[in-house]
């Protein structure tokens, strides 16, 4: 997992994602849990789960 600004992250040109907001408590928990329900759902098309984690603060929010 990589600590980001949101400068860092205005500047992600042209890369996929995905942002949860308000994560509070054990951010390896959500991304579990994540990990998980795209599982479950079959979206992980090759099997593999996201490891390419960022998280950034904005407005007093854990992203």
């Not at 992600?12 to 994602?17: C, D, I, T, V």
């Not at 990990?35 to 603060?57: C, H, M, T, W």
Request: net charge negative.
């Amino acid at each position: 997992m990589k600590t980001i600004t949101t400068e860092e992250l205005r500047n992600m040109s042209y890369q996929e994602g995905l942002i949860l907001q308000g994560c509070g408590g054990d951010l390896q928990k959500w991304i579990d849990g994540i990990n998980g329900i795209l599982r479950e759902q079959g979206i992980f098309l090759d099997g593999k789960p996201l490891k390419n984690v960022a998280v950034f603060q904005h407005e007093g929010f854990t992203n």
